[in-house]
């Protein structure tokens, strides 16, 4: 079973689109996050939401919206895609008070021609 | 400065060679710090997380210098295996522990 999944893989779309990715995790865990990793390899959050409250917003974006119907899934919609956005998406979870520990999703590599 | 910095790399060694990568952490009320895995083209594993005596892990050894603000991860006895990114990463305690940053990671190539 897979602990932290992340749906689509790959995901190329044209400027001006709108796109969302899924994220689901069953390890139980009481928060999510996404980050975004850029050409440069650099990994950076984006979002952190603990039991479907949003805690943490990085001066994300507002064409980025995230949505937590529930502890077990983050999903993160994006409106009007820009050329800046290609990168990899990943999606994480952690038990905040047992370790801090991070168990990534695949990621999602998303192409914005 | 940065939250964290990593050594630039990469770290080019021979299989069998003790490699060593360093980290510095700019906020000293951080208390939380990791080592990850990055594969090419994957996602990050946690390699180990540091403890304040510092833990070792098979050939892997983690060490907390606080007074210093780094933390260090030695690899013995270099297999081909550990070619990789390894990603340092602090928590950021004033974010109640939502946070973690992580630094810009050090690529090690292993060679026969």
């Known amino acids: 079973d897979t602990a932290v999944s992340q749906t689509p893989k790959y995901l190329v779309t044209q400027m001006g689109n709108d796109k969302s990715i899924k994220c689901e995790q069953n390890?139980?865990?009481?928060?999510m996050y996404w980050y975004k990793q850029d050409s440069k390899k650099f990994l950076k959050i984006m979002f952190s939401?603990?039991?479907?409250?949003?805690?943490i917003n990085e001066t994300v974006p507002n064409r980025f919206s995230p949505k937590s119907p529930d502890k077990a899934h983050l999903n993160l919609h994006i409106n009007s895609l820009e050329l800046g956005d290609s990168a990899v998406y990943f999606c994480?979870?952690?038990?905040?008070?047992?370790?801090?520990?991070?168990?990534f999703g695949p990621g999602t590599r998303l192409t914005v021609t | 400065r940065k939250e964290v910095e990593q050594d630039p790399g990469p770290f080019n060694v021979p299989e069998g060679a003790t490699v060593a990568f360093n980290c510095t952490y700019s906020?000293?009320?951080?208390?939380?710090f990791f080592w990850y895995r990055q594969d090419c083209r994957k996602e990050p594993k946690l390699l180990m997380s540091?403890?304040?005596s510092g833990n070792e892990d098979g050939r892997f050894t983690a060490q907390l210098n606080r007074a210093s603000q780094y933390i260090s991860l030695l690899i013995r006895d270099s297999k081909l295996s550990d070619s990789a990114t390894y990603l340092c990463?602090?928590?950021?305690?004033?974010?109640?522990?939502?946070?973690?940053?992580f630094g810009a990671g050090t690529r090690l190539f292993v060679k026969a």
């Open positions: 540091v403890y304040s």
């Open positions: 939401y603990n039991n479907k409250e949003l805690i």
């Open positions: 994480a979870s952690s038990q905040v008070g047992l370790g801090y520990e991070q168990y």
């Open positions: 390890l139980g865990h009481d928060t």
């Open positions: 990463a602090v928590n950021d305690e004033e974010a109640g522990g939502f946070k973690t940053i």
């Open positions: 906020n000293s009320a951080s208390q939380s």
